[in-house]
């Protein structure tokens, strides 16, 4: 019998991206989580396209994969991946068990479900506390109005880094 948590949630929260919208693990995320290189796991995937439809997995475009690469600081022109990665989807994950087929992988999908279900409860949590604040908001006077911005303030998503335009220095 494998051990309960093979790998910590947190862990895997740390690697969960959002991507077109959608939460996602990058495939160079996966493959050290199943203990199998980025290749193999790519391999199995391609052998088995059929069962990754659009919503399970997709690839990312030029521009994901060069914002990826900018905040990592990784790969130039002469090493590092020479193809864009692929990103999973939660049924993508799920669909990946039955194609590495090993004990370990079942183990895995089983702790990046939970993941994804703490995080979709975080969420909803955040969303029904935001009602309550609606509702308190409604109750108190202006006096408070400065309070409830800040709060608005540090419930709201950190904004996205704007692209520079021009040269590089």
């Not at 590092?80 to 999908?109: C, D, H, I, K």
Request: some cysteine.
């Amino acid at each position: 019998m494998i051990e309960a948590a093979l790998v910590p949630v947190a862990q895997i929260e740390a690697v969960i991206l959002v991507v077109r919208g959608q939460r996602v693990l990058l495939d160079l995320a996966l493959a050290p989580l199943y203990c199998v290189p980025v290749k193999v796991l790519n391999q199995a995937v391609k052998r088995n396209l059929g069962r990754f439809p659009a919503d399970f997995m997709f690839q990312l475009d030029e521009a994901e994969s060069e914002n990826l690469r900018s905040q990592s600081v990784t790969s130039s022109s002469w090493g590092g991946r020479r193809y864009r990665p692929f990103a999973f989807t939660e049924q993508g994950v799920a669909m990946l068990s039955s194609v590495l087929r090993s004990e370990r992988a079942v183990q895995v999908n089983i702790e990046i479900m939970r993941a994804f279900v703490r995080l979709r409860g975080l969420l909803q949590s955040n969303a029904e506390l935001a009602r309550k604040l609606a509702a308190l908001e409604k109750k108190c006077d202006a006096r408070f109005k400065v309070v409830f911005d800040a709060i608005h303030e540090l419930m709201a998503p950190p904004p996205t880094p704007r692209r520079r335009i021009g040269f590089r220095d």
